[in-house]
């Protein structure tokens, strides 16, 4: 099995994660309709930081929850333990064997605070130390680059956001249709070969993204880092314009997630004034208009609503950032300096 | 003015922030003695964000409060307003004209929350949206990049952890000694200098930190950038296992915030494995044995206690930052595309 297969797999890991068992989540809602939360925490690292943070718009924007992402070095570098009985621990770890997710956890479940795991690994640490577990059902991912861990993650957070509170029929449809989003979006294989010949070239680029899709831009980064060892610098469009505009110079690319929805108008016009200093870039949209403004665009499937598109729209940018690795004379299948499992304590 | 002007003036600002009147922050922990919060939420954008990630720690690990960083774009492009009732909501702004950062706070205030702004304008409309207001009393910061107003920002959090849980005697102390430890921080100012020049030809470097330094670490990239215009890429030195250790190649230097603590055995241990693959590096520490692991060395003032020196520690790193674009050739005081107070809407 390679990191290829398993990105292909990712229709097939969604469907299973559509079709997995909806009793530990809802338990969990049930116990918070009886003891309502203030708040909900999200511990997390890496590639599942980048879920955490797509959590933080969904439960935010979906279910007027203020989510908070932890810092897990307070409690095992600190010993702290901040009170968090008021709150929802999330811990999410593909390999559920990280111990410093894990003492946030079972710190919070020790407080009373009501914990949920999601990891890949229904048997590891995590899920022993949390009340609830969503299985990814991802099935065991050997490449060291986390992919199709990742999108599911994000369909769990949105099994999480449902049980809360449950979907109208219009979005229980577009849920059911994410496998098939992801499909089509696989099809952007030639089209994500090509840009990464054509970028290859550079070492460094900066990756855009804003709202829902601030996630996205910086899962694409880590994957561009950890497969094409580019340095790929990913930046919220709303900060980006705080400084950081200052590092493009001609040269350096800028790929922005840039599809339909609240963002979109201000990704335009950052694409816009790149575009007028030279800029390099290369557009991720499934919107014509935005798709034009670039140099070089990767076209995700259209019908894919804001709130679950993140879900889509790394598919391309796991693609990409696998032929950039090839474009570049690396084997993305052997990062180098990559661990699995990486035990932060 | 200039930007060397206002760096230097930073032990004089942190003594007229440390001067200024206790009575807003004795107001809003009245309140929360009568009301308590379960949750801290902090809103902010580029370098005051990285205040908040300090605050994320300090409130965490001294008054054990959790506390979660904003998404600002939740409110301002999605429209949603999180329930926020149970929560103190800290809004960090130089400027205090953010509008996605004013409109977090209205809309918590709306909801009946404890708000506070901390900002250099008490007649910004930040200011205005608040209940309380702490004046960051830096004085007009005019150059683009800010320094004053962060170090600045950063006791102002302490202010109100302390306005939170009273200081033993020692720690009042270690709080009065802070402008003396940022001035003696100043005179690293020829070993920055040295450093700078010897990595000027680098156009891209990673900076770590964890724990209380982490926010450190984001910060000196971020100045890195602005002036510079040198990729600089921060990590906490947890993720940075996890992955983007694999860009480290020959020749992209590594600057650690590494001083005495909690984090300083895994700091060390990566020093000791970059220095195995023959990485630049260059290690900002109090602790000699630490600053021996490196190739360059920038030392810090000792004695200043961990909670307390984020204030202290980036100040060789903005000179750093500064001396980096003059040996590059760039005019630090008119950095390319910064706007001194950017509209995020």
């Given at each position: 099995v390679s990191l290829l297969d398993e990105i292909r797999e990712q229709p097939a890991a969604l469907t299973r994660q559509l079709e997995a068992s909806d009793a530990p989540l809802e338990r969990l809602a049930a116990r918070l309709r009886d003891e309502p939360v203030e708040v909900v925490v999200i511990a997390a690292r890496g590639t599942s930081d980048h879920a955490a943070v797509y959590g933080q718009y969904l439960l935010g924007v979906r279910n007027g929850l203020v989510v908070g992402l932890a810092a897990p070095s307070i409690t095992s570098l600190y010993g702290a333990s901040p009170r968090a009985a008021r709150a929802l621990v999330v811990g999410i770890s593909?390999?559920?064997?990280?111990p410093d997710i894990v003492g946030v956890l079972a710190d919070a479940r020790r407080q009373g605070a009501p914990t949920l795991a999601i990891t890949n690994?229904?048997?590891?640490p995590l899920a022993a130390a949390a009340e609830s577990v969503v299985d990814l059902a991802a099935g065991p991912e050997r490449a060291v680059a986390a992919t199709k861990t990742y999108t599911t993650s994000l369909l769990a957070l949105v099994r999480l956001s449902l049980a809360l509170r449950p979907p109208s029929p219009e979005e229980h449809a577009q849920v059911q249709r994410l496998p098939e989003a992801a499909a089509a979006a696989l099809e952007s294989a030639a089209a994500a070969e090509a840009a990464a010949r054509d970028l290859a070239t550079a070492d460094r680029c900066v990756v855009l993204g804003r709202g829902f899709e601030y996630a996205t831009a910086r899962e694409w980064a880590l994957k561009i880092k950890e497969l094409a060892r580019v340095f790929a610098d990913p930046y919220s469009a709303a900060d980006?314009?705080?400084?950081?505009?200052?590092?493009?110079?001609?040269?350096v690319p800028v790929l922005a997630v840039a599809?339909?929805?609240?963002?979109a108008s201000g990704l335009a016009e950052i694409l816009e004034r790149l575009r007028a200093d030279g800029a390099e870039d290369l557009v991720l949209s499934d919107e014509p208009a935005l798709l034009a403004l670039g140099r070089r665009s990767l076209a995700l499937p259209p019908g894919v609503p804001e709130w679950l598109r993140p879900i889509v729209s790394i598919v391309p940018g796991q693609l990409f950032a696998y032929h950039l690795a090839i474009a570049r004379g690396l084997d993305p299948e052997a990062p180098r300096?990559?661990?699995?499992v990486t035990r932060t304590m």
């Open positions: 593909q390999s559920g064997a990280s690994d229904p048997t590891s980006f314009l705080h400084g950081p505009i200052a590092i493009v110079e001609a040269g599809p339909a929805g609240r963002a300096g990559l661990a699995k």
